[in-house]
């Protein structure tokens, strides 16, 4: 007897495209300005919070309660409040496209600040 079975997440075939690394480089630099605060709200704050959706929503397919491939929390331990979370579900897949744009776009990791 077979079962049904929903894949959780179908990432395009062909991995890291051109678009996506220019649109992480773009945000980056964005989030670098401090335009990714919530706070701001400047037009770098809507083109940031554009590039964000397109490459998350529409490019690497994450569902929409998924952390963002910018949240530098990804660089680090995945933190204690985030296991009651739906996104705890897709923390692994989110590091590892963090990881792979960080790669492809030949930007290094920005240590996370400990919180000490």
Not at 96 to 103: E, G, K, V
Request: charged letters at 30%.
């Amino acid at each position: 007897m077979t079962s049904l079975r929903t894949t959780r997440y179908r990432q395009r075939k062909g991995g890291i495209t051109a678009e996506m690394v220019e649109l992480f480089k773009r945000g980056c630099a964005l989030q670098a300005a401090g335009h990714d605060d919530d706070e701001d709200g400047s037009p770098g704050h809507d083109e940031f919070k554009a590039v964000d959706k397109r490459l998350s929503w529409a490019l690497l397919k994450l569902p929409t309660y998924a952390v963002s491939v910018f949240d530098l929390e990804l660089d680090g331990e995945m933190p204690g409040y985030m296991e009651r979370l739906a996104a705890s579900k897709e923390w692994p897949l989110c590091v590892a496209l963090r990881r792979a744009l960080l790669q492809a776009s030949d930007l290094s990791l920005v240590p996370f600040p400990s919180k000490s």
